[in-house]
């Protein structure tokens, strides 16, 4: 058995006893395997696995390994998907909408209105997921839900057509106790409370939130997708650690 079959077997039993704990369906947890920095190689093994969600964090990195992947797939029965999870500038919007299958980091109007544009022109509908931040990092990304610019991205939504919004997602404070970690899934459920009961015309299923170290909280407090990049691929890179603590492009 290979180190990415057995990475997968325990994260599986993992995710089943957290359903358990919870009370939930192991249906009802997308396990997005969070690809970036490792070859597009490891990538389609991990497809062969049966993995078929990936998550990656910068537009030139896929742009680079997506032929590769695409080939070494081209023979299973159902393509992966590949969304973007990391900071998006607008001016790359075009490319984005191109190569990925959604866009899970939505932090400002003008990158859904450039997304939007995009997607209409490719005659695209592009599943989107806004990103909130909901700890006083000032390195987290996402948009500080009280502000003005959440009002204002909430309002406009439901006019851009060639978008379909899915939900929220979030990045938790790392190295903080459980109890915060905890607190911090517990606010991203209770806000897509509030706002799926404000606006209605939006999707609002998707909870995406939990990564290789908190993934298990973020099931008990009721995430519908984790991330998880290291527990699955093993160890990145140095380099690629400080991309993780800082998600935006580093280009
Ligand atoms: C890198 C990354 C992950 C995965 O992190 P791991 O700790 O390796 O599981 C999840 N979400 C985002 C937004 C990331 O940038």
């Not at 500038?89 to 299958?101: G, L, M, P």
């Not at 909870?207 to 093993?234: H, K, V, W």
Request: charged residues 30%; proline residues 4%.
């Amino acid at each position: 058995m290979s180190e990415l079959a057995r990475n997968l077997e325990q994260i599986e039993a993992a995710i089943t006893a957290a359903c358990q704990r919870a009370g939930r369906k192991r249906e009802e947890i997308e396990l997005m395997a969070v690809s970036k920095t490792y070859g597009a190689e490891r990538l389609a093994e991990a497809a062969r696995l049966g993995l078929n969600l990936f998550g990656e964090n910068r537009v030139q990195e896929w742009q680079g390994k997506r032929d590769g992947f695409l080939d070494l797939t081209a023979e299973l029965a159902t393509r992966p998907r590949v969304h973007l999870i990391g900071h998006l500038q607008s001016n790359k919007s075009a490319r984005a909408v191109e190569i990925f299958d959604g866009v899970d980091s939505v932090d400002s109007l003008r990158l859904a209105e450039r997304l939007n544009d995009a997607a209409a022109k490719l005659g695209k509908q592009l599943p989107v997921l806004i990103e909130v931040k909901l700890s006083t990092e000032e390195t987290k990304a996402g948009l500080d839900p009280e502000s003005n610019d959440a009002r204002e991205l909430l309002e406009r939504l439901p006019e851009l057509a060639s978008l379909k919004p899915e939900g929220l997602m979030t990045i938790a404070p790392f190295d903080v106790p459980k109890a915060e970690t905890r607190a911090c899934f517990q606010s991203l459920r209770k806000l897509r409370d509030e706002w799926s009961a404000r606006h209605t015309r939006l999707g609002w299923e998707v909870l995406s939130m939990g990564m290789s170290g908190d993934f298990e909280l973020a099931i008990e407090e009721g995430a519908t997708r984790i991330r998880i990049g290291t527990a699955l691929f093993g160890k990145r890179p140095p380099m690629a650690e400080q991309l993780k603590q800082f998600p935006e492009e580093a280009e």
